[in-house]
DNA sequence: TTCGATGTGTCACCTGGCGACATGATAGTC
DNA sequence: GACTATCATGTCGCCAGGTGACACATCGAA
């Protein structure tokens, strides 16, 4: 709904009012249903984690945290970006600087819990420095793929570029340099 | 100036002119000098990295990407965190939400620019993806090296840090998996 | 029917941010 | 020393995001 006025006459065109109106409600009501504007970019899109934490804590045991990692965020995010409105919503992101900041607070949440996450994984032994690495390592892929895929207008294969970028990018656990 | 008034009421409830006022301004000409109230907190550190672009470019050919990003960042950085203030601006930004959406904001600016200089380099043959992957990845370094350095009250070694980080963290250039 | 919960509209307000204009100081020229 | 262009700042008014307080309606349970 929102994103059809976002993209058509650009997000900081568009008013509050105006998502309102087309929603057939008022301002403050839309209010009650997200906390700001920017958030209703992000309608119907899991960015919190909710399962990703879960997801974590089900992989087995013995199975290194990047890989972990790796094969948690397939699945997310293949199905997060099953959307039509998938492209659109990424340029959108990408061409306001307010939403891509929004993005990030959110992120920045998920990226607390799935280190913490990965810290109370069975046997795992990670300091939280290291923990940060590997999940800000993890959102680093992310973005790439995002972006990358993107600039293939949407035409570029998510998961593969996903494995690819995992496997590009690795995170060595113990931190002493040898 | 300002980051004074932050850290001592915090940053949503001092308003502009709070600001203007003590520093013997105007609400008006506080905008004429910070474009928002975000940018007040990152007064006189350089994020836009005009510096690293240019240090990228002076690296010797023949160094590695992923080790290039290292020691740029590594000076970069000594000189950034140089300030007294920084335990309390890191503080303040990873307690409001705002303020991390704007770093963030910048930061993509910078990271723009420094994929770029990457590709750019003589003799680099990087490919988008792979120059958003290291880029990305140094971001995700540094933003560790920032947690874990407020994490200890400002005691730990950054530069120390950073490196532990760089040699924990490695980015391959082969887009092809073996 | 009555009661309470839930959702929504209305109104008033604060604050960040911008555009337009006035004013004052300052520096440079003749 | 008078004149003027420039720049910094103040003043005023406006818009839009966001919040709190309150009223009203609807609907389901008792």
């Not at 089900?58 to 492209?87: F, K, M, N, T, Y």
């Not at 061409?95 to 920045?108: E, F, I, M, S």
């Not at 998961?159 to 656990?173: E, K, T």
Request: net charge negative; with cysteine.
């Amino acid at each position: 709904m929102a994103i059809d006025l976002f993209a058509r006459q650009g997000f900081d065109e568009t008013t509050v009012e105006d998502i309102a109106q087309a929603a057939g409600m008022t301002k403050r009501s839309f209010f009650r249903y997200f906390p700001t504007k920017e958030d209703a970019v992000f309608e119907g899109i899991d960015l919190t984690g909710e399962s990703v934490v879960a997801d974590i804590a089900a992989r087995p045991a013995d199975e290194g945290p990047w890989e972990c990692l790796h094969q948690v965020l397939r699945a997310w995010q293949e199905e997060i970006h099953a959307s039509e409105q998938a492209l659109a919503t990424i340029r959108l992101i990408e061409a306001t600087p307010a939403l891509a900041g929004r993005l990030h607070q959110r992120r920045t949440e998920w990226r607390r819990r799935v280190s913490n996450a990965l810290q109370d994984r069975p046997g795992a032994s990670l300091d939280p420095y290291t923990a940060d690495l590997l999940t800000n390592a993890a959102t680093a892929v992310l973005d790439a793929v995002s972006s990358q895929w993107a600039r293939s207008d949407g035409n570029a294969d998510r998961p593969a570029l996903l494995d690819q970028g995992f496997y590009q990018v690795h995170v060595d656990l113990n931190s002493r340099q040898e």
